[in-house]
């Protein structure tokens, strides 16, 4: 994948030279310099490196991890609705991946005492001790793949992150056109 870095001279030169490249090349598409390709990208080689852990050691599916990981995260049961909210994963993913932990015997479904007509999921005891289990082997690859950063371009990192959803969900910018 390849990446561009401009500098502020090369700024300055482009406003005194004419129109700089990226104007003189507007209608084209460059898919590899393409941000949304290459966060896209940067997702999958993380989720890759994680599930080879969890998808070796228990068969689990990347939908299943992260609900268990929110779950192994919660101090009590959660609805489903809010599994979707915390893992923006679509609503029907999250039904699947909570069907077969409920079949493999990670996750427990009891009645919400507040509201009958909806139910909490909790760990069980064998989904809590795999959650134990992976936590630790899953925090190595993150400590592998965070090698060399300091915390301030760690920091750095998240910030923008942080300002790219801020600039996605702000409605007084107006739809994103």
Do not use: H
């Not at 009891?110 to 289990?133: C, M």
């Amino acid at each position: 994948m390849k990446r561009s870095r401009e500098t502020d001279a090369d700024k300055e030169g482009s406003l005194t030279k004419g129109p700089c490249k990226d104007q003189q090349q507007s209608s084209e598409f460059d898919l590899e310099s393409f941000f949304p390709y290459q966060v896209r990208v940067f997702y999958a080689d993380v989720t890759r490196a994680l599930a080879a852990i969890y998808q070796r050691d228990y068969g689990m599916m990347p939908a299943e991890w992260r609900i268990m990981a929110i779950l192994g995260s919660a101090t009590t049961g959660l609805q489903a609705t809010e599994i979707v909210t915390r893992s923006s994963m679509d609503k029907v993913v999250v039904s699947r991946a909570v069907k077969r932990m409920e079949e493999r015997g990670f996750l427990t479904r009891e009645t919400n005492a507040a509201d009958g007509r909806s139910f909490l999921l909790e760990l069980s005891f064998t989904g809590r001790e795999v959650f134990q289990a992976l936590a630790p082997k899953l925090k190595a690859v993150e400590r592998q793949m965070l090698a060399g950063l300091t915390d301030q371009d760690i920091a750095d990192f998240l910030r923008v992150i942080d300002r790219i959803k801020s600039n996605l969900s702000d409605p007084s910018e107006g739809p994103i056109t």
